[in-house]
């Protein structure tokens, strides 16, 4: 059959093509008609720009992705649809109207979970590898330090779940606004945190996170920079205060978490937190699957991006 999926041609342009699909090489194949699809612009941007490093091509492949790193792509990972029986599931999967796909790769999540907002399961999964790596506890002084989608999602989760002291640090004049018309508490220059987030993307972020730290306080690196460098200044009261800084790996399940989490008590995990915590509000941003090369045109123009979640509607 005939559908119609989006592509990056280029470091340069990306279009929507048509496509023709099959259930071929699929060993259990369901179709899959798409309802909403996430944007994760941190990596999709790395992605339609081109600056994935070569050695990381095969590791950086996700399900179903099409071309290579260097173009064309499909690409893309948090996708929510619907079967033939009108059941909804997440699945990953690039942005494309109509897909086959094995039975084993959907999650047919609760009925209580509004689908818009089952978008958030990819995301989600990254915050609950943050709050593993984190060990945050309620008694915290936390920073989160960027709020793009996994950074909002993070600091209500760890408003509402945990409970910490949490405070966000945030350039843009616009989210700063709606992040105190949402109850969050904005940083303030002279307070230090014993756990910090960095999900600005940009290396002032992560130096804010290490100049606002607290005596052996944790720096929870989320951010990926693909190829571009990162100049820190690693003075000053970073080796006295005996600081970390902690990468927080997206996919993968900790080492420590291993004996008793896997992928599937992960998004168990994250199936619970979108029942209990609100999350749909900060979806702040619906765009038609046909808007999506002229919002991924403004973004290699780097215009300025007022929303934290954005939501891709088929």
Request: glycine letters at 6%; hydrophobic letters at 35%.
């Amino acid at each position: 059959m005939e559908t119609k999926s989006f592509w990056h041609t280029s470091a340069y342009q990306s279009e929507i093509r048509h496509e023709i699909i099959s259930e071929e090489g699929i060993q259990n194949p369901i179709l899959i008609t798409s309802g909403y699809s996430s944007i994760s612009l941190g990596t999709e941007k790395l992605v339609a720009t081109g600056k994935i490093p070569q050695t990381l091509h095969e590791i950086m492949k996700v399900p179903y992705m099409s071309g290579d790193f260097n173009f064309p792509i499909k690409y893309g990972y948090s996708m929510v649809g619907q079967t033939p029986e009108k059941e909804w599931i997440h699945c990953l999967h690039p942005h494309q109207r109509e897909s086959y796909i094995d039975r084993s790769s959907c999650y047919f999540f609760s009925n209580e979970i509004e689908p818009t907002i089952a978008t958030q399961f990819s995301n989600l999964e990254t915050v609950v590898n943050a709050l593993w790596a984190s060990k945050v506890k309620a008694d915290d002084t936390v920073l989160i330090c960027g709020t793009g989608s996994v950074g909002i999602l993070l600091a209500q989760t760890i408003r509402k779940y945990i409970g910490a002291e949490l405070f966000i640090q945030e350039t843009n004049p616009a989210k700063r606004e709606k992040l105190r018309d949402f109850g969050f508490d904005l940083c303030t220059s002279s307070r230090e945190y014993s756990i910090s987030f960095n999900v600005s993307a940009h290396e002032k972020g992560l130096q804010y996170c290490i100049d606002h730290a607290q005596r052996e306080g944790k720096i929870i690196e989320l951010s990926w920079y693909g190829d571009q460098p990162v100049s820190l200044q690693l003075g000053g009261n970073f080796h006295f205060k005996r600081l970390q800084i902690i990468s927080s790996q997206v996919s993968e399940i900790p080492n420590y978490k291993k004996e008793t989490d896997d992928f599937y008590s992960r998004k168990k995990m994250v199936e619970e937190l979108l029942k209990t915590i609100d999350y749909k509000p900060f979806i702040s941003a619906y765009i038609l699957f046909e808007e999506m090369p002229l919002f991924f045109e403004n973004s290699r123009k780097n215009k300025p991006n007022n929303d934290f979640i954005t939501v891709v509607t088929y």
